[in-house]
């Protein structure tokens, strides 16, 4: 909740990178004819939103920023309660919230001084958040000026401006109505309906057969019209189930009639007409679409169910069902709540405190960013940092402006990598799982084992870092410029160590798909890992306090190596049980235990450092320890899946049955820990005897049958899990 907010910041500091974000709306305002001081007309405010774009509604979702319109004028101007639109919704971050989008009408009471004359100049401000599907922009304002003639009232009979119909629209069908070009006091006129369905859609009659939903057009006239009876056009027949029904189809009228109670200058009436569509194969869930008719070719966007918001993330779309889902490794308890009402949060500790307070994540992630100098990769970089800052002494530029700029080098490299896990998103949840990548991923993890051991002559096996003419270069080069190539540089060469934490938070900022998001994570990690090298180049000579390397530094790689190893191993397991099943666990088995062992008994470094000793000793006795926990084996589920078809599918749904969908895949690491670690519990198990359990193997992720379970689900990555709920009522035709 609080982290679009303390995203703000960010946001303002990267603005001058964004200058498109004042035409995310455009405000305009007109007064109707004849208004007159001292009496109180109705100003509209239209707001156009950019496509791709939505403001929060008014009253918004805590703690998002409401959108709010204030009119101000001469003295004396007085402006009551702006009436709001009904907003659409949106789904951000798993949760539901109030929007606006397209082109949308606020109407706000307005009455000039008693003692105006001629003409009055107004001003419209509009205060507002713009959000798109990756990323809130910060609180904006728009104004609008807007000049009011003045003039007595307009004769009984004036003809009414023209009026444009406004439209909705839904997938199935297109929703206009419009107005009478003439409106008198008293006398009925018809407002016509039209409801324009597309080739192979239906919806069911006004009179409809048993059991179907009638499709209903209701009209509200604000009090200033009487609102008679809809007049529905005769309905023709469609055969469904064997049974002949009455529906309509095609381009459909409806004429309600209306009558002005008084002399209305600018006619306020919104439409809604509640309906069911069906074509040959299912018939959806019952919806609604709102329009309103008004003049000066106002035209406005549906506030219903028949589709999802514009910019927002697609969703799954099942005829028959609504559709929830789950797209993280979640424990039992968490399941449990989202069997039951489709809703669920993350419990994991780093990432789990991201979702819900980035206020007290970021410390955190700050705090690991300084951690990570002391592993052993990064260590020996801090002598060489210094003597760097000590080459430049002379450059006139002072230690802690170089260092400044040094950090600021290692945080855009890192920074880079966060920006780039937002924007892709899907790429990040989904390709960070794919075996070629995994493969990569251990592959580079043995490559920087091997920097920590060390061959005979106490040289390294292998040793990662940049070419000598690059860092040459870098150290050669004085003032800013080379401090931050050189910050760039020490940011790969302290890879090693922290790879495996860069790894876990990318993965978790691709899932957010928040490019905002990756920056303030990335950048407060990089923050964190340079800090140290600030502090060096102000106090002179601290790097003689340093803690020297000896023969106990040489067990700590030993011990990073172990774990680099195993971390290699655990990358591909999963690669490995797609080759046999089972194979990636007992190799992972055999390398804990081996690993435990070397630590334990045969690696020799650090002997002579009693304390250290005991330290790897018991690391080692961990090892072994974790092996023997690793070899047990996974509960069983308590889950009874059966394989996913559209048969089985069609079925439940014609039952009226719930269904729960498992997408998995033989690579997907976090299915698995779904499987053995919540599919397992017997509370999870008797939950679902209540779903239609089935499960859809998606380990070919790019083939044709996952490519269309993706389109049809709204799937970006594994896991996910679908929870089906059928429509009530046709579940109980």
């Given at each position: 909740?609080?982290?679009?907010?303390?995203?703000?910041a960010?946001?303002?500091?990267?603005?001058?990178?964004?200058?498109?974000?004042?035409?995310?709306l455009?405000?305009?305002?007109?007064?109707?004819?004849?208004?007159?001081?001292?009496?109180?007309?109705?100003?509209?405010?239209?707001?156009?939103?950019?496509?791709?774009?939505h403001?929060?509604?008014?009253?918004?979702?805590?703690?998002?920023?409401?959108?709010?319109?204030?009119?101000t004028?001469?003295?004396?101007?007085?402006?009551?309660?702006?009436?709001?639109?009904?907003?659409?919704?949106?789904?951000?971050?798993?949760?539901?919230?109030?929007?606006?989008?397209?082109?949308?009408e606020?109407?706000?009471?307005v009455?000039?001084p008693?003692?105006?004359?001629?003409?009055?100049?107004?001003?419209?401000?509009?205060?507002?958040?713009?959000?798109?599907?990756?990323?809130?922009?910060?609180?904006?304002?728009?104004?609008?000026?807007?000049?009011?003639p003045?003039?007595?009232?307009p004769?009984?009979?004036?003809?009414?401006?023209r009026?444009?119909?406004?439209?909705?629209?839904?997938?199935?069908?297109?929703?206009?109505?419009?107005?009478?070009?003439?409106?008198?006091?008293?006398?009925?006129?018809?407002?016509?309906?039209?409801i324009?369905?597309?080739e192979?859609?239906?919806?069911?009659?006004?009179?409809?057969?048993?059991?179907?939903?009638?499709?209903?057009?209701?009209?509200?006239?604000?009090?200033?019209?009487?609102?008679?009876?809809?007049?529905?056009?005769?309905?023709?027949?469609?055969?469904?189930a064997?049974?002949?029904i009455p529906?309509?189809?095609?381009?459909?009228?409806?004429?309600?009639?209306?009558?002005?109670?008084?002399?209305?200058?600018?006619?306020?009436?919104?439409?809604?007409?509640?309906?069911?569509a069906?074509?040959?194969?299912?018939?959806?869930?019952?919806?609604?679409?709102r329009?309103?008719?008004?003049p000066?070719?106002?035209?406005?966007?549906?506030?219903?169910?028949a589709?999802?918001?514009?910019?927002?993330?697609?969703?799954a779309?099942?005829?028959g069902?609504?559709?929830?889902?789950?797209?993280?490794?979640?424990?039992?308890?968490?399941?449990?709540?989202?069997?039951?009402?489709?809703?669920?949060?993350s419990d994991?500790?780093?990432?789990?405190?991201?979702g819900r307070s980035?206020?007290?994540?970021?410390?955190?992630?700050?705090?690991l960013?300084l951690?990570?100098n002391?592993?052993?990769?990064?260590?020996?970089?801090?002598?060489?940092?210094?003597s760097y800052?000590?080459?430049?002494?002379?450059?006139?530029?002072?230690?802690?402006?170089?260092?400044?700029?040094?950090?600021l080098?290692?945080?855009?490299?890192?920074?880079?990598?966060?920006?780039?896990?937002?924007?892709?998103?899907?790429?990040?949840?989904s390709?960070?799982?794919?075996?070629?990548?995994?493969?990569?991923?251990?592959?580079?993890?043995?490559?920087?084992?091997?920097?920590?051991?060390?061959?005979?002559?106490?040289m390294?096996?292998w040793?990662?870092?940049?070419?000598?003419?690059?860092?040459?270069?870098?150290?050669?080069?004085?003032?800013?410029?080379?401090?931050?190539?050189?910050?760039?540089?020490?940011?790969?060469?302290?890879?090693?160590?922290?790879?495996?934490?860069?790894?876990?938070?990318?993965?978790?900022?691709?899932?957010?798909?928040?490019?905002?998001?990756?920056?303030?994570?990335?950048?407060?990690?990089?923050?964190?890992?340079?800090?140290?090298?600030?502090?060096?180049?102000?106090?002179?000579?601290?790097?003689?306090?340093?803690?020297?390397?000896?023969?106990?530094?040489?067990?700590?790689?030993?011990?990073?190596?172990?774990?680099?190893?195993?971390?290699?191993?655990?990358?591909?397991?999963?690669?490995?049980?797609?080759?046999?099943?089972?194979?990636?666990k007992?190799?992972?088995?055999?390398?804990?235990?081996?690993?435990?062992?070397?630590?334990?008994?045969?690696?020799?470094?650090g002997?002579?450092a009693?304390?250290?000793?005991?330290?790897?000793?018991l690391v080692?006795?961990?090892?072994?320890?974790?092996a023997?926990?690793?070899?047990?084996?996974?509960?069983?589920?308590?889950?009874?899946?059966?394989?996913?078809?559209?048969?089985?599918?069609?079925?439940?749904?014609?039952?009226?049955r719930?269904?729960?969908?498992?997408?998995?895949?033989?690579?997907?690491?976090?299915?698995?820990?779904?499987e053995?670690?919540?599919?397992?519990?017997p509370?999870?198990?008797a939950a679902?005897?209540?779903?239609?359990?089935?499960?859809?193997?998606?380990?070919?992720?790019?083939?044709?049958?996952a490519?269309?379970?993706?389109?049809?689900?709204g799937?970006?990555?594994?896991?996910?899990?679908?929870?089906?709920?059928?429509?009530?009522?046709?579940?109980?035709?």
């Amino acid at each position: 909740m609080i982290l679009k907010r303390l995203l703000f910041a960010v946001c303002l500091a990267l603005a001058a990178m964004s200058p498109a974000w004042a035409q995310v709306l455009k405000v305009s305002a007109s007064a109707p004819p004849g208004v007159r001081p001292g009496k109180a007309f109705d100003l509209t405010v239209r707001l156009a939103i950019q496509a791709g774009y939505h403001v929060q509604a008014n009253p918004a979702k805590e703690p998002y920023i409401p959108t709010t319109v204030t009119v101000t004028g001469p003295a004396g101007t007085k402006s009551g309660r702006p009436a709001y639109p009904t907003p659409v919704t949106a789904e951000l971050a798993g949760e539901q919230i109030p929007v606006y989008e397209g082109a949308v009408e606020v109407r706000v009471p307005v009455t000039l001084p008693s003692s105006a004359k001629g003409a009055v100049q107004l001003k419209v401000t509009v205060g507002y958040q713009a959000c798109n599907d990756k990323a809130c922009l910060p609180p904006a304002s728009a104004t609008a000026s807007v000049t009011v003639p003045l003039g007595g009232r307009p004769r009984q009979g004036t003809t009414a401006r023209r009026a444009a119909p406004t439209t909705a629209a839904s997938p199935q069908m297109t929703l206009t109505a419009t107005l009478p070009t003439v409106l008198k006091p008293g006398t009925a006129r018809d407002l016509v309906v039209k409801i324009a369905l597309k080739e192979g859609w239906h919806i069911q009659s006004n009179e409809p057969a048993p059991d179907y939903i009638p499709t209903e057009v209701k009209v509200d006239g604000g009090g200033d019209f009487r609102v008679g009876r809809p007049a529905f056009p005769p309905s023709t027949t469609a055969s469904v189930a064997g049974q002949e029904i009455p529906v309509f189809d095609g381009v459909v009228e409806v004429r309600v009639p209306v009558t002005p109670l008084r002399q209305v200058d600018d006619p306020r009436i919104e439409v809604e007409v509640r309906y069911q569509a069906c074509n040959e194969t299912a018939c959806l869930p019952p919806a609604s679409l709102r329009v309103r008719a008004a003049p000066a070719g106002t035209q406005t966007g549906a506030a219903g169910t028949a589709g999802p918001p514009q910019g927002v993330r697609r969703e799954a779309r099942i005829p028959g069902f609504s559709v929830s889902k789950l797209e993280q490794f979640v424990p039992p308890e968490q399941f449990l709540r989202f069997l039951e009402s489709g809703q669920a949060g993350s419990d994991s500790a780093l990432t789990g405190l991201l979702g819900r307070s980035l206020f007290l994540a970021l410390p955190l992630i700050f705090l690991l960013g300084l951690a990570l100098n002391l592993t052993p990769c990064v260590y020996p970089i801090i002598p060489i940092t210094i003597s760097y800052f000590g080459s430049q002494s002379e450059s006139g530029t002072k230690p802690v402006v170089l260092a400044l700029f040094y950090v600021l080098g290692m945080a855009l490299m890192y920074s880079v990598l966060g920006v780039i896990a937002g924007i892709t998103g899907g790429l990040f949840g989904s390709q960070l799982q794919n075996p070629w990548v995994l493969t990569g991923f251990a592959l580079v993890m043995f490559a920087l084992a091997l920097s920590q051991f060390d061959r005979k002559n106490g040289m390294p096996i292998w040793e990662f870092q940049l070419p000598a003419a690059l860092r040459n270069r870098a150290r050669s080069r004085s003032g800013i410029a080379g401090a931050m190539l050189m910050g760039l540089m020490v940011g790969v060469v302290a890879a090693p160590c922290i790879g495996p934490a860069v790894v876990a938070l990318l993965q978790w900022v691709g899932t957010q798909k928040n490019p905002l998001l990756g920056f303030a994570v990335f950048f407060t990690l990089a923050l964190g890992l340079g800090l140290p090298y600030v502090a060096l180049a102000i106090l002179s000579g601290s790097v003689q306090r340093l803690p020297r390397s000896g023969e106990w530094m040489i067990g700590v790689k030993h011990i990073f190596g172990v774990i680099m190893i195993w971390m290699g191993f655990y990358y591909l397991q999963t690669v490995l049980d797609g080759w046999q099943p089972g194979l990636g666990k007992w190799v992972l088995v055999a390398v804990t235990a081996l690993g435990g062992l070397y630590l334990l008994v045969l690696d020799k470094a650090g002997a002579r450092a009693a304390r250290f000793l005991v330290f790897k000793r018991l690391v080692g006795a961990g090892g072994i320890a974790l092996a023997v926990w690793l070899a047990q084996p996974p509960p069983r589920e308590a889950i009874q899946w059966q394989p996913y078809s559209d048969q089985a599918l069609a079925q439940a749904r014609a039952e009226g049955r719930k269904v729960l969908v498992d997408f998995t895949a033989a690579w997907c690491a976090q299915c698995k820990e779904l499987e053995h670690k919540t599919f397992s519990d017997p509370r999870v198990g008797a939950a679902a005897r209540e779903f239609v359990a089935l499960r859809a193997d998606m380990t070919d992720f790019s083939g044709h049958q996952a490519q269309e379970w993706k389109r049809q689900y709204g799937i970006y990555g594994l896991p996910t899990v679908a929870r089906l709920i059928p429509d009530q009522t046709l579940a109980a035709r």
